[in-house]
Nanobody
């Protein structure tokens, strides 16, 4: 079974940093795209960043460009989201997600359980 386990969320002051981690298992690592979505209370879920685990190409939503960095460790089947210069509007539950192929779609097949990020002003 495909499993995604996200962790690393927490409470941080504005301007601070957090690193989220996603541990993946149960699928052929090189055949999937994997990334992060987030959902704040009362708002729709939005895509944040994703990475092609085969060639390392990345995508970032405009709201996080220059502040967030997605990376991967193929040997450990881990994906990370380094979040710097955090803003209160970054507060949300962050979900790790994945689907087969080179591109992470807006409706991935597989989801982790979510990790809460709270940025205080």
């Amino acid at each position: 079974d495909v499993q995604l386990q996200a962790f690393g969320g927490g409470l941080v002051q504005a301007g601070g940093s957090l690193r989220l981690s996603c541990a993946a298992s149960g699928f052929s690592w090189n055949d999937y795209a994997i990334g992060w979505f987030r959902q704040a209370p009362g708002k729709e879920r939005e895509g944040v960043s994703c990475i092609d685990v085969n060639n390392g190409s990345t995508y970032y939503d405009d709201s996080v460009k220059g502040r967030f960095t997605i990376s991967k460790d193929n040997a450990k089947k881990m994906v990370y989201l380094q979040m710097n210069s955090l803003k209160p509007e970054d507060s949300a539950v962050y979900y790790c997600a994945s689907n087969p192929g080179r591109i992470l779609t807006s409706t991935p097949n597989y989801w982790g359980q979510g990790t809460l990020v709270t940025v205080s002003s």
